[in-house]
């Protein structure tokens, strides 16, 4: 099974998986419907591995990761195996019981051959007899003829085979040996003299990152399959009986321990503002119609006063522009009565209207009477739509004018590369506007200059983005 990486899209951590490489700390595991993945944290990255331990109800399709409800961004996806990834495969074969199992060991050699046909040349392969303890018959490294050619020397023996210590045994040779993953498969029939202390086993296999694979055979006492079960599927490998096994051992015998992928999740441009917690990241599977969560801590650099202040504006600038209005008019309301507690001058009497000189009448003032003021300019924001290349006008009118993709804004300029509060008009007290860019990531540019603030005249062209605009008046 291949994960399909092209449909992964990451927007958006991983340790090492309990059964991959070498013991690792601070592990963030989650085991669902067939999928483990995990979570590796570090400085500048989250690294997230996932393989199957059975096989899953849909492919792995989607992965994405944010931090505090923003988005990160994973650099690479890396199906396995890597270039620089081995597997170390054990396989051993339990050919006792004597010649009234004839029959039974040749299904069990006749599987292990077929594994050892399907050798790839990132995997390391141990061939080993159950009889014994555990014997060694010859070892390869992708060369699977000289594996077939050991298994066929393999006798049948009379002896009752202690699987325990076989296992046991594969388990410490499989942990010293340096490699990407490791996996033991048995093909037996499950009796085994003394029982297998399975408990001891499990620890074992996930202390080391083994995972074992138990074929359990159609033999004349196939004993504790519920047993064989729990112990396999424990340590992340998988279980087969009776006509499952022949076929998953006809198909592809290293579906499962080959399966999965890396993401490497970028930590660049991740800040933590001072008012939030110090949050994980989150990090969301998707396959199907279903989704895996997990969570790992990070630790990132603490937002600078201009980082602070820009995101501030861009999800907040409304709020703060009507709230700072609403303290203005409850300042006016409350001024408001003062303005007319001014005393009127007192009436003149009669008789001081009498008693006062008449004013000659002389020329008008050389100023001539008072000049009305200039009408008020009007302004107007024109573009053109992306997608349908329509014209869009909109008058600017008001002491703060607001643009950007949100709906919130005074105007609403829809375009995946404007930001959803990407400006914003600001009127002087002579009527003249100034544009100020509140968006970090989408430029805002006065004829193709990037600007912060620039005081606005009348007939400049406007950028947002991608989207170009004409401020006129």
Same mark, same amino acid.
């Given at each position: ?17 309990? %059964? ?29 591995? +996932? ?24 650099? =690479? ?12 495969? !054990? ?13 039974? /060991?040749?299904?069990?050699? $006749? ?21 014994? $303890? ?28 202690? !699987? *325990? ?5 594969? /388990?410490? /040779?499989?942990?010293? /040996? &340096? ?22 086993? =499990? ?34 490998? $998988? ?10 051992? !006809? ?10 992928? %890396? #993401?490497? @999740? ?8 001072? +008012? ?25 650099? &603490? ?13 907040? $600038? ?70 349908? *290349? ?8 008001? #002491?703060?004018? %607001?643009?950007?993709? =949100?709906?919130?804004?005074? @105007? ?35 004829? &193709? ?5 620039? &005081? ?13 605009? !004409?401020?006129?008046?």
């Amino acid at each position: 099974m291949r994960t399909n990486l092209y449909r992964v899209l990451v927007v958006t951590a991983g340790l090492l998986l309990p %059964t991959l490489g070498h013991a690792q700390t601070d592990q963030f595991v989650v085991r669902q419907d067939g999928i483990v993945a995990s979570l590796l944290p570090s400085a500048e990255t989250v690294e997230l591995k +996932w393989y199957f331990s059975a096989t899953p109800p849909a492919e792995v399709d989607g992965v994405t990761a944010e931090y505090n409800g923003r988005p990160l961004t994973a650099t =690479s996806v890396t199906e396995y195996p890597g270039e620089a990834d081995s597997t170390v495969v !054990l396989c051993i074969v339990d050919v006792s019981g004597g010649a009234a199992r004839d029959a039974d /060991i040749g299904e069990r050699k $006749g599987m292990a051959g077929t594994l050892l046909a399907m050798v790839q040349p990132h995997h390391r392969v141990g061939l080993y007899s159950a009889v014994g $303890g555990l014997s060694s018959a010859a070892e390869a490294n992708g060369a699977a003829m000289v594996s077939l050619e050991a298994l066929a020397a393999f006798g049948i023996s009379e002896q009752v085979p202690d !699987l *325990g210590s076989s296992i046991g045994k594969a /388990i410490e /040779i499989a942990t010293s /040996i &340096e490699t990407t993953r490791r996996g033991i498969v048995l093909f037996t029939d499950g009796h085994s003299n003394p029982a297998p202390d399975f408990a001891a086993l =499990s620890e074992a296999a996930r202390a080391g990152h083994v995972k074992v694979y138990v074929y359990l055979t159609r033999g004349n006492d196939p004993t504790g399959a519920d047993a064989w079960k729990s112990f396999a599927e424990g340590t992340g490998g $998988g279980f087969y009986t009776g006509d499952e096994a022949i076929v998953a051992s !006809l198909t592809d015998p290293f579906e499962l321990l080959d399966s999965g992928a %890396t #993401a490497e @999740i970028s930590l660049a441009g991740a800040v933590h503002y001072f +008012w939030e917690p110090a949050g994980p990241v989150h990090v969301t599977v998707s396959y199907g119609d279903r989704d895996m969560h997990l969570e790992a801590p990070v630790t990132v650099p &603490e937002a600078d006063l201009g980082q602070t202040t820009a995101y501030v504006w861009e999800h907040y $600038g409304n709020t703060i522009g009507f709230s700072l209005a609403a303290v203005g008019w409850l300042l006016a309301l409350a001024l408001l009565p003062f303005a007319f507690r001014k005393r009127r001058p007192a009436a003149a009497t009669a008789a001081e209207v009498h008693s006062a000189p008449a004013k000659p009448a002389g020329p008008l003032s050389k100023s001539g009477p008072t000049q009305p003021l200039p009408e008020n300019r009007t302004y107007r924001l024109t573009w053109a739509d992306p997608s349908s *290349g329509q014209k869009t006008g909109f008058a600017v009118t008001g #002491a703060r004018v %607001t643009v950007g993709r =949100s709906r919130d804004n005074t @105007i609403v300029i829809a375009g995946d590369t404007v930001s959803g509060h990407q400006a914003v008009f600001i009127r002087g007290e002579a009527g003249a506007y100034s544009v100020v860019n509140l968006s970090e990531t989408n430029p805002t540019l006065v004829n &193709e200059e990037s600007v912060q603030t620039r &005081e606005l005249k009348g007939g400049e062209r406007l950028r947002f983005g991608l989207v170009e605009a !004409l401020f006129e008046v």
